[in-house]
Every structure is written in C-alpha cells, then in structure tokens.
C-alpha cells in the first residue's frame, strides 16, 4: 500500500465502524455471579433476576452479523476505489463492478438475516411477535 490516499480511506472506514463498538461497549452493565464475579448483561433479566441463555446467544448473533455487515460496507468501498482508479482499463473495471455487486448482495443477506433472526428469537424468547 504505496498509495497515501488509500491509507487515509481504510483509517477512516476502520474507525467508523469500530467506534460504535468502543460506545457500545462502555455502555453494558455487569450482573454478579457468585461471589463478586461480575459478567456483562446481554440482555433484560430474565423472571429469575439473571440474564437468559438465549439473550445471550441473540447477542452473540447480533455482534456476528454486525461484523459481517462492517465487512460488507468495507468492501463496498473498496470496490468503489477500485472503480473510479480503473482508468479505463476494461478488466479492473469489471473485477471492481463485480467486488460492488458481490458487497451490496452480502449486505442484503445480512440484513435479512438479522430481520428472520430478530422475528424467530422474539417468538422463541418472549413469546410475541
């Protein structure tokens, strides 16, 4: 990576994605278990005054398709880069237009995913739609 304006693309497309994260995480409370073993809360206690399992695992889902996604938007971007430095040439353009389509095709499955994933742990774990 010789190119400086590339370096300044990524730097920037990594800190927008991970900044979220760093928020996120400075925000999640802590549930003791035992004595004094704190562990974060996932998700809202359960009747018994702890976490659920399936919260839990919803989350872990959820920080998956997260990654997934922030992968996806990168490589849409590089796709983009590729796209406009072509110059012309017919085969970078192509391999560039297939990176976009194979990114937002990515995206797409991703947000469908977490919409099904959503719709079946509210059913399976709440019990409403």
Do not use: D
């Not at 996932?42 to 009747?47: E, H, K, L, Q, T």
């Not at 976490?51 to 997260?66: D, K, M, P, R, S």
């Not at 990654?67 to 590089?78: G, N, P, Q």
């Amino acid at each position: 990576m010789e190119n400086p304006k590339l370096k300044i693309v990524i730097c920037l497309t990594v800190l927008a994605v991970l900044l979220p994260m760093v928020v996120f995480a400075q925000t999640s409370r802590f549930c003791e278990i035992g004595s004094g073993i704190k562990v974060p809360c996932f998700s809202a206690p359960g009747p018994a005054g702890q976490t659920t399992f399936g919260g839990a695992v919803t989350v872990v889902i959820q920080i998956a398709l997260l990654i997934v996604a922030s992968l996806s938007i990168i490589f849409l971007i590089w796709g983009g880069y590729r796209y406009i430095t072509a110059s012309g040439n017919e085969e970078a353009t192509e391999a560039a237009k297939n990176t976009i389509h194979h990114a937002i095709l990515g995206l797409l499955i991703v947000v469908l995913s977490f919409a099904i994933i959503t719709i079946i742990t509210g059913i399976l774990i709440t019990g409403r739609t």
